[in-house]
Structures are given as structure tokens and as C-alpha cells.
């Protein structure tokens, strides 16, 4: 019944309900036909349809005007806030206040970024939006076709400004570089370091997708030499931890390395091979980019980078 009802609404010319409304409050053909732009004739012929498509007169001409039927009066206050809620839909932009507003919000990430970055951003949100929530979720290889479904408002992860493919946005949030992370009192903080003794050195990989290498590896291969990983986890928590109770290597973005150092006995140093940097951008789909929440979300998002502090320094 539900899909009859539908196929019939779809046969009808919306616009007649435009002019029977106009017509119940004006109770004129001719002011009517002013009031929406119409001549009179046309008016007419808009009436005629009406009651051919409803079987019913819905007007009677007296010596004051025309007077609805029963039908069309009571046909009246319904059709009056039809038309002012399609008119709100269509013309009155979303109200939006993150004072009050609830809403959570999917965000796909790695560990890195929620450690760098949730902090300052959750904070930030307490104060300015406290009903909104920020529920994170690994950014896998599937992440654009999430954004593109809904299943996922935002993506942190590595990028280029600029960017957009598939109806994606995407604007640069942070830049990093890598260290290597030891133990206090490591042999690698005393004198120099070198390819060498960093090759020679046995090694922590954190690998979430359970596969080594990386860009130490590169750069090593590069120079014709290789290292032993002596330790591989998909952990992020895990491996600093065990690199602070052992003689171990690990190789981190310095942003992250920081976090774990306050807390840790690690030394972050410098590295004795030229690796690349990255930057870190956010990436949004466009049917996400004119909601009012969203734009929200993403100004804080963007504020809480700016407030980032510099990468760390390294040292001994």
C-alpha cells in the first residue's frame, strides 16, 4: 500500500498544492493569482485540475467570495505545514550550536595521531562543543570508500594538501621527521654514531599490518647495508616499553617519540642516515563538507594542529 500511495504522490503536480494553499487564504482568484505570480487564467485552469484530481468542487462562489468545502477546509491546516516544513527544508539552513549540539563523530587514524593528537583536540572539544564525542577507529586501505559511505566523518593520516580524488578534501595539518629511540645509558649514546653501529644494532619494528620494513630499510639498502630486527609488534603501547628495559633500537616519528620519552627512560637521537619526512593531513568527503557540525569539527581539528609544539629535539 505504502509504494501505491508513493507512485500516486509521484503523478501529482506539486505545484497545485501551492495554489490550493494561496486559495484558502486569499479566497480569491484574482488576488491569488497575483500572490503567486500567475494570471487569472492560469489560476483558473490550476483550480479546475485540483478538483478534477481531488472529485471535489473544494471552492463555492458566493456574494462575498469564494468558500471552501468541507474537503478543502479540511484539507487546510495539514497542507499549510506540509508546505512550511518543505519550505524550511529546502531554504532555511541548519541550525547549529556546539554549545548544545550532540553528535559523535567517526574518525579513521593510526596510533600515532591519537597519541599526538587526540589529547589537545578532546580537550579543546570539552570546552567548546562538551556533548560531542570522538570515537577512533585504525584508517585501513578501505578508509576513502568509509568516507564516502558515511561510515567515517574524518581521515588523519598521511597526506599531501591539495589533494582530492574521489570527492575528497583534504587539508595539511602537521609535518614530522624520525628518531631513534633508546634507553638511557644505551652503548649508542656514547660517542659517535654511525651507519654502522646503528646497522649493527639489534631492532624494534612496530608493524600493525604484520609486515617489516619501512624507510630505515630503504635508506640502509641504499648505503649496502641491512639491520636484524630483533623484535616486531603490531603494539604501539608494547614497543616502548620494552625498548626502555632493553638494549633495543626503534625508530619513531618524533611527535610520538616525545609522548613516550615523558614518561619513559628513552633518549631520542638523531639519525645517522638521511630519512624522509611526512606530513600528516586530514581528508573529508563532500558529503560531508556543508554540514554546519562537520565544518565545526574540522575548524577544531585544524586549531588544535596549529597548537601543536615543534617536533622534538634530540639529543644525549
Request: hydrophobic content about 45%; cysteine-free; glycine content about 6%.
Amino acid at each position: 500500500m505504502l509504494d501505491m500511495h508513493r507512485m500516486h504522490i509521484a503523478g501529482i503536480d506539486l505545484n497545485l498544492a501551492v495554489v490550493l494553499h494561496v486559495l484558502l487564504e486569499e479566497r480569491s482568484v484574482s488576488r491569488g493569482a497575483r500572490r503567486l505570480g500567475l494570471s487569472q487564467s492560469a489560476t483558473s485552469h490550476a483550480l479546475a485540475r485540483l478538483r478534477a484530481l481531488l472529485h471535489d468542487p473544494l471552492f463555492v462562489r458566493t456574494s462575498t467570495g469564494l468558500v471552501p468545502t468541507a474537503r478543502a477546509e479540511a484539507m487546510a491546516s495539514t497542507l499549510a505545514s506540509a508546505l512550511s516544513a518543505i519550505e524550511g527544508s529546502f531554504f532555511s539552513a541548519p541550525v547549529f550550536d556546539p554549545a548544545t549540539a550532540r553528535r559523535t563523530f567517526h574518525v579513521g587514524t593510526s596510533d600515532y595521531a591519537e597519541h599526538v593528537f587526540m589529547p589537545p583536540l578532546l580537550t579543546r572539544l570539552a570546552k567548546q562543543a562538551p556533548n560531542m564525542d570522538v570515537w577512533t577507529r585504525a584508517a585501513t586501505e578501505g578508509a576513502t570508500t568509509a568516507l564516502a559511505q558515511g561510515q567515517l566523518d574524518l581521515v588523519i593520516a598521511p597526506g599531501t594538501a591539495g589533494d582530492r580524488t574521489e570527492g575528497l578534501h583534504t587539508v595539511a595539518l602537521w609535518e614530522d621527521h624520525f628518531v631513534f629511540v633508546v634507553r638511557r645509558g644505551h652503548p649508542l649514546t656514547r660517542g659517535k654514531l654511525t651507519v654502522d653501529r646503528f646497522a649493527g644494532a639489534r631492532h624494534a619494528f612496530i608493524a600493525p599490518r604484520g609486515r617489516p620494513g619501512g624507510v630505515v630499510d630503504e635508506a640502509l639498502a641504499k648505503r649496502g647495508r641491512s639491520r636484524r630486527i630483533a623484535f616486531t609488534t603490531p603494539n604501539f603501547l608494547v614497543a616502548p616499553q620494552v625498548v626502555a628495559n632493553t638494549d633495543l633500537v626503534i625508530t619513531l616519528a618524533s611527535r610520538v617519540a616525545t609522548v613516550f620519552a615523558q614518561a619513559l627512560p628513552l633518549v631520542l637521537l638523531p639519525p645517522p642516515l638521511e630519512l624522509p619526512g611526512f606530513r600528516i593531513a586530514m581528508f573529508w568527503h563532500e558529503r560531508r563538507h556543508a554540514d554546519p557540525a562537520h565544518q565545526f569539527l574540522r575548524e577544531e581539528v585544524t586549531r588544535a594542529a596549529r597548537e601543536l609544539p615543534a617536533s622534538a629535539r634530540t639529543g644525549r
